[in-house]
């Protein structure tokens, strides 16, 4: 009788969560929700706030809990209260409404939109056109095309440089929203150099360095990925494209969700490995409910992936040394004079 040959025993593929690093908050945002909380510290409630602060529910609600208004426009404000403008960015009209309002106002812009902004400045004191790179409605392109509304062009990617205009093709720049995907800016610069060889790029890479990062890790991620989760809000931009990203990148599905509560459990259909990234606007906490979500459903193995660390600190805005509760009494005071 000839010897019995083992069947192999089957086992199931370990489940494992691959955690991009760096993910969720970046200087900027630290900056700017830090600023509406000491504002609330300082200053007592309520404190108004310019649009979103930085794009996600999550942190808009807590604010709200805490005594901040959210507005549409400085002129939803009353006179003589404090505003702060998001991270975003404004254009100069802002600021003007805000004069005009009698308000105290804190500028929460991110100070790489700020740099933009700068540039926007320079290039059109030299009377350059200026092909700004970005998604049509998005509030930091507003504020940024706000600047020099008469030298700027909204160029929304590559399908969009056939419509491209300019005075002179030798004097033109190109400038960028902070939180496009690294890889289509570039595909939109290509296109538009391919139009106009003398294109000028700006001083330095106007994608912000929490973006690359982000993109970096997810890239990384996704290419050992049967799903990629990206926590989120859907009006946010660079969590969106972290999910573009990954899809581009070797990831079989992709998904945004605010929290663990929109995990569709039918996603995790023959999957082993799970990429998990956050938008810049992201508190840590959301990452943890949607971990602890995953391992209550077997997936217990947990890899970071990071492929570069970050140090960037951005201190306060100034607005934050000075009364601005007297500043604000003392501009209501003028304005019912002014009225009167």
């Known amino acids: 009788m000839g010897a019995m ?3 192999p025993v089957s086992r199931p593929a370990e489940r494992r969560i691959l955690l991009a690093a760096p993910r969720g908050y970046c200087a900027g945002v630290d900056r700017a929700v830090i600023a509406v909380e000491q504002a609330l510290e300082q200053y007592g409630a309520p404190v108004y706030v310019r649009h979103e602060i930085v794009h996600n529910k999550y942190v808009v609600r807590s604010l709200e809990q805490k005594g901040a208004i959210f507005v549409d426009e ?3 404000v009353p006179p003589g209260e404090i505003v702060i403008f998001s991270a975003h960015g404004v254009a100069p009209t802002v600021h003007e ?3 005009r309002g009698a308000l105290a106002t804190i500028d929460a812009t991110c100070p790489l939109v700020t740099k933009v902004h700068k540039e926007a400045i320079r290039f059109a004191k030299d009377d350059y056109d200026i092909l700004l790179i970005g998604h049509e409605g ?30 002179d093709p ?27 060889p003398n294109l000028l790029s700006p001083p330095s890479d106007d994608i912000c360095y929490a ?31 972290l999910v573009e ?36 606007s992201v508190p840590e906490v959301l990452i943890d ?23 960037m600190t951005f201190s306060l805005p100034k607005e934050l040394r000075r009364d601005l509760r007297a500043e604000a009494a003392e501009k209501r005071k003028q304005h019912a004079e002014d009225a009167g």
């Not at 998005?138 to 440089?161: F, K, N, Q, R, W």
């Not at 995990?263 to 990234?277: F, K, R, Y």
């Open 289 to 311: 409910g949607v971990l602890e979500w995953l391992r209550e459903r077997g997936w217990e193995g947990l890899e970071v992936v990071q492929p570069v660390k970050e140090h």
């Open 138 to 167: 998005h509030e930091e392109v507003i504020g940024t095309s706000g600047e020099a509304p008469d030298h700027i062009t909204l160029v929304d990617g590559p399908e969009d440089v056939p419509n491209v205009e300019v005075r």
């Open 170 to 196: 030798d004097k033109v720049v190109w400038l960028s929203q902070t939180t496009l995907s690294v890889d289509e800016t570039m595909e939109t610069v290509e296109a538009l150099q391919g139009r106009y």
């Open 97 to 99: 409404e805000a004069e």
């Open 5 to 7: 040959t083992a069947t």
């Open 74 to 76: 400085a002129t939803d």
């Open 245 to 280: 990203t990954a899809l581009n990148h070797g990831a079989s599905a992709g998904h945004l969700v605010d929290n663990a509560s929109e995990i569709d459990e039918a996603w995790l259909d023959g999957v082993t490995t799970i990429g998990l990234s956050s938008g810049a």
């Open 211 to 241: 973006t690359q990062n982000r993109q970096t890790a997810i890239k990384m991620v996704a290419a050992e990925s049967d799903l990629v989760l990206v926590v989120g809000s859907k009006n946010s931009s660079n969590s969106v494209r």
